[in-house]
Structures are given as C-alpha cells and as structure tokens.
C-alpha cells in the first residue's frame, strides 16, 4: 500500500445501507482536507463492484446491509482487490462480536456509531484519524477462524486463583493490535508460568468481545479484567475499554499475590485505558521479572512506561516495522530507548515463552 502524500488526497468509498448515514459519513469525512468522498454504495454488492471499479484508498463499511452483509463484503474485497478498510460498527453485543471478526479477518480499524447527537463531531475527529491512518497500513489478510475452536484451546489450563505469580507479561497495542493478538495469544502454551495482561486501544462494550474472542482460540484462559481481580499463571486479563488497569500487590503477603484495579481517571495520550498507566506499576512491582511488549498500533502510548519498566530491570520487546499495521507505538517506544529487541509478529510468542521459562 502506498501512502499519500500530504498534498494528496485520501480517496474513500462509503458503504452503508442507510441514505442518512451515508450523508452523515461523507459530512464527516469531507470535513477534512485531506479526504475525498469518490463514491457510496447502498449495499454489499454494489460495494464489491466498486472497490473493483474505482480502486479506492481506503473503504468506510458497516456491519449489517441487504444482499451481502459487512463480513461478506470483507472477505470478498480481501480475495478481489485487497485495501484497507475501517469498519464502521454499531455499539451493540453483536455489532462488538462482528466487528472483532472483521479486525481478524483484515479489517485495518473501527469507529463505533454514535449514540447521541452530541457526540457526532468526536466521533468525525476519530473517523477521519483513522482513514488518514488506514490509507498507509500494511494489510495482514487471514483467513476467518472465528467458527471453532483451536485444538490447543480444547486442552485449556483452568485459572483457579489460588497459584501466586511472581512474572508478568505487558501488551499494548492498538491499531492492527486484535489481529496481532490472535497470532501471539493462541500460541501460548496452557502452563505458561506467568500471568499476562493486555492493554488493547478500545472503548466500552468492545474489549469484553476482544476477550471472549482470545479466550476461544487461546489455551490460556482470558477474560476482561475486574476489580480486584488476582493475577496467576497461565490467566491472560484484557484492560477493559473506559477504564485504565492499575496493579497492588496485596498488604501483608510473602507469597506475591497481586491484584488489579479499574482507574476511571482521565484519558492518558488520549486513550483509556493506557498501556503506560499499567507499566508504570508493573515495572516498580515486578522489575526484571515483567516482560513488556509493544505491538502495532498508532500514537505512542507504552514509550514512557516502556521505558520506566526497562530501567527497573523489565525485557522490552516491540514489534518490527514489516509486520505492523501501523508503527506508531513501536516505533515511539525504540526511539524513546525503551526497546530492547525488535522482533516479527510470528516470533513473539515464542519470546514470551522464552523470557517466562527463565524465571
């Protein structure tokens, strides 16, 4: 994919079934200079024959059109004329479910509806954010496993809650990050002797999906974190969107049983929650036994906090340029000094396995 640039338009295409949201979205992305509405399409055929036709940037679709819905359109876009595309979901339990789908599947972002007119304008700052961005990403087509199970999933380790952890394992990400996640996560071996927990750029409603989706592919139990949830081996904890997770360690323990908290301050780099809030607490709990990786995603969050855990003795891994959607955090967090080790997507798992072994 080539990026624009400056000077050069972001040529988009509108899908949706409804005549009002159509003329809401090309308002909204019309708004900013650098965007160019070419054409809209009412339904999913219609939107096939137009990605083929007119070779846009970058395609704005919803979930649930007539004749051919959102994943369809997907799958079949992938195959025919693969380009980037941001999801335009509703904030409902299936509109979550679908869209962790169609992000797996390789859809590069989303932008959740809004509820209310009063949150139109933010939510045009972010749609059009996150074509600009699109319109650069490195595609990572995969093929759609959403339907069953993995065989490693079925030799689940059960969390009890009862083991102590003394080694944790720090993600963040955030653009491209749930498909990232998928290669890393489910590749985890059921008695990994740490506890992991991830920081995914989401609001509310979405990372509960993000887990329930890990949690059927993965070996690992994983579930969206709670309050005063307690870390142990082998439990992967999934921020939840809205909230920052902050980690104590509980009063008067010699065993290192530690346990996490929701933040509901304000948004840190815009985001909530922020990988860099969670680091700054593993880092000064945990020192050389946390490992923390950075995956794709835009923005800097994690640089800070990467770097913070790395002087207190943590293992910093990011993420490598080729196989990032987008490399914005990364990127930041090399820069910053806070990365130790650049690695492709496909070696990561076995790094995390590596560093937890040799605790």
Request: aromatic content about 4%.
């Amino acid at each position: 994919m080539r990026c624009r640039g400056k000077d050069d338009k972001i040529r988009v295409l509108i899908v949706d079934d409804s005549l009002f949201m159509r003329r809401m979205l090309r308002r909204m992305l019309e708004s900013h200079p650098r965007i160019a509405v070419i054409d809209e399409a009412r339904d999913g055929v219609e939107a096939v024959a137009k990605c083929i036709s007119l070779n846009p940037d970058v395609m704005v679709l919803d979930i649930e059109m007539p004749k051919m819905d959102g994943l369809s359109v997907l799958r079949d876009t992938m195959i025919k004329r693969p380009l980037p595309v941001v999801m335009f979901s509703s904030l409902t339990q299936r509109g979550s479910k679908i869209t962790m789908e169609a992000l797996s599947m390789g859809a590069v972002d989303f932008v959740p509806k809004p509820v209310a007119r009063g949150l139109v304008p933010l939510v045009a700052r972010e749609l059009c954010e996150k074509v600009i961005h699109a319109s650069c990403a490195r595609l990572r087509v995969q093929e759609l496993r959403y339907r069953h199970e993995t065989e490693r999933a079925k030799k689940r380790k059960q969390a009890n809650g009862t083991a102590p952890v003394d080694t944790l394992v720090v993600i963040g990400s955030s653009t491209g990050g749930p498909q990232a996640l998928e290669e890393i996560i489910p590749n985890l071996p059921p008695d990994l002797p740490a506890a992991v927990i991830i920081c995914q750029h989401m609001p509310r409603g979405f990372t509960e999906s993000l887990a329930k989706r890990l949690d059927m592919l993965s070996s690992l139990k994983v579930r969206e974190a709670a309050e005063e949830d307690v870390l142990e081996p082998g439990l992967v904890l999934v921020a939840p969107g809205g909230y920052h997770l902050r980690i104590d360690k509980l009063p008067c323990d010699k065993h290192g049983v530690y346990h996490v908290y929701l933040d509901e301050g304000n948004a840190v780099h815009g985001v909530k929650p922020s990988v860099d809030v969670t680091l700054f607490d593993a880092g000064s709990l945990f020192r050389a036994n946390l490992m923390v990786v950075i995956l794709t995603g835009m923005g800097f969050d994690g640089a800070r906090g990467a770097w913070a855990a790395r002087k207190a003795g943590a293992k910093v891994i990011c993420q490598d340029r080729e196989t990032s959607v987008v490399w914005g955090m990364p990127k930041a967090c090399y820069e910053a000094g806070g990365c130790e080790k650049i690695l492709p997507l496909d070696d990561i798992a076995n790094a995390i396995e590596g560093f937890c072994s040799k605790r």
